[in-house]
């Protein structure tokens, strides 16, 4: 290649400005996770307080709970790919996603007389789609609004920005919401659910019309097959084909090839390999989560006393997001 195609590329390297979607995106994200986070933190205090569950069992609703949002994302991703594309997904599942709030606020409401119990049950569980439903797909759709491999050193930059924006709102709703629990007093009660749920409530819903307003500086790409179905499938084929067929083959995927290619298989290969890896992340998670169920309970019956400050029992949640800042910021520098 001449130095004149060099700095022809140079030139047009220059001519990709920094995509102004993002910074809606980032901000659409920030919002969404101080939603969700905020509502957690306080999340076993209300069920145990306000709902009268028992310590067990708010614990067991408690994950049930993050255990749905973790897996409502292999339908975000499947419905996004396939029918709806990221943008359509994102709106559709945010909506569901801010009447949860919407439900959970307004059950925490004593005067009301509404049937706490069951419209929490049911604002969590609209939660639990909305956020696992947009989760594999808020990323993702940042990255399409880059041209690679022109702007891959931006991309790095957004993704560093994305991170950020997720532990910057975890870590404020986590100190924010628990205060607004305890020390503030509404409805007759010593404490104020209604107003904790109630903030992060709205900053959905001002994250899902900053999603919408931001719609016209949207890259929207057309929805195609989904990889996650193909993979399916394809294992699918090579175990039935591994199980009627006499001939032997080196490896067990290497049935499905004839059928789905061996670039899919090839990487579905390499995939099941780095799987490993991950297996011992459930052990870490497990403990990890705990954090807003049986530490907070924990929490619960210490002192909270630091010199003149008393720290709200929820706010011991706070931890990892403070460090992810501090990483991140210092890693995206280097």
């Known amino acids: 290649m001449g130095a004149t195609e060099n700095k022809v590329l140079e030139k047009t390297h220059k001519k990709l400005p920094y995509p102004k979607s993002v910074f809606v995106i980032i ?20 069920l145990t307080h ?33 029918y709806l594309g990221k943008f359509r997904t994102i709106l559709y599942l945010a909506m569901i996603y801010a009447v ?15 049937p706490m119990a069951a419209l929490s049950t049911l604002g969590l569980f609209l939660i639990a789609i909305g ?40 870590l404020i709703s986590t ?6 629990r305890s020390d503030v007093h509404c409805f007759g009660e010593d404490s104020c659910f209604s107003l904790a749920f109630g ?17 016209p500086l949207y890259k929207i790409k057309v929805p195609t097959e989904n990889v996650m179905v193909d993979v399916t499938k394809c294992i699918s084929y090579a175990i039935s084909k591994k199980i009627k067929s006499s001939e032997q083959k080196t490896h067990w995927l ?16 390499v995939t099941l390999k780095v799987l490993v890896l991950y297996l011992p992340l459930p052990i870490f998670w497990t403990l990890y989560d705990q954090q807003g169920s049986g530490w907070t309970f924990q929490a619960v019956r210490m002192d909270g006393d630091i010199g003149k400050i008393t720290q709200a029992d929820e706010i011991r949640q706070r ?7 501090i990483d991140g910021s210092h890693f995206a520098k280097l």
């Open 27 to 46: 901000c659409n994200e920030f919002c969404e996770r101080f939603c969700y986070y905020g509502m957690r933190a306080i999340l076993v205090i209300y």
């Open 50 to 82: 306000m709902l009268a569950f028992s310590e067990s069992d708010a614990t067991v609703i408690y994950h049930t709970f993050i255990m749905l949002t973790y897996f409502f994302p292999i339908f975000g991703a499947i419905i996004s790919d396939s």
């Open 100 to 114: 949860g709030c919407v439900l959970l606020s307004i059950s925490s409401i004593g005067p009301l007389h509404l």
């Open 131 to 170: 956020t696992g439903g947009i989760k594999p797909n808020v990323a993702a759709f940042g990255g399409d609004q880059f041209v690679l491999p022109d702007q891959e050193s931006q991309l790095m930059t957004f993704f560093s920005w994305f991170y950020f924006s997720i532990n910057a709102g975890s």
């Open 175 to 180: 100190f924010l919401t628990p205060v607004l």
């Open 199 to 215: 903030i992060p409530g709205a900053l959905m819903i001002v994250s899902l019309v900053i999603f919408v307003i931001g719609k």
């Open 254 to 269: 290497d049935y499905a090839e004839p059928k789905y290619g061996s670039e899919l298989v090839n990487n579905i290969k």
């Open 319 to 325: 931890e990892a997001p403070s460090t992810a800042i």
